[in-house]
Nanobody, 123 residues
Framework: QVQLVESGGGLVQAGDSLRLSCAAS????????MGWFRQVPGKEREFVAT????????YYADSVKGRFTISRDNAKNTVYLQMNSLKPEDTAVYYC????????????????WGQGTQVTVSS
């Protein structure tokens, strides 16, 4: 059974940092693309960042480029999202996802999802 479990969310002030973790289990993800998305109520799920598990190649949304860093730890089967210089507009539920092939920013092409973790940035 595939599981993606996010952790690390919380309430911070603008300018602070947080690191989200996504622990993956249940199958090999070596040929998968791992992504982070976020969503606020009433809006569509938004692409944040993605990483190819085998190559480590990364992609970022323009809104987070230069502030967020996605990485993975093969030994721990865990993907991270380091978020620096957080802004109130980064407030959302953050989801980890896994997709075969190269789904990149298209959330409909991801196969597995975590339950989400809330990030709230106060001004």
């Amino acid at each position: 059974q595939v599981q993606l479990v996010e952790s690390g969310g919380g309430l911070v002030q603008a300018g602070d940092s947080l690191r989200l973790s996504c622990a993956a289990s249940g199958r090999s993800f070596s040929m998968f693309t791992m992504g982070w998305f976020r969503q606020v109520p009433g809006k569509e799920r938004e692409f944040v960042a993605t990483i190819r598990w085998n190559s480590g190649r990364t992609y970022y949304a323009d809104s987070v480029k230069g502030r967020f860093t996605i990485s993975r730890d093969n030994a721990k089967n865990t993907v991270y999202l380091q978020m620096n210089s957080l802004k109130p507009e980064d407030t959302a539920v953050y989801y980890c996802a896994a997709g075969s092939g190269m789904p990149i920013s298209d959330y409909t092409r991801y196969d597995y999802w975590g339950q989400g973790t809330q990030v709230t940035v106060s001004s």
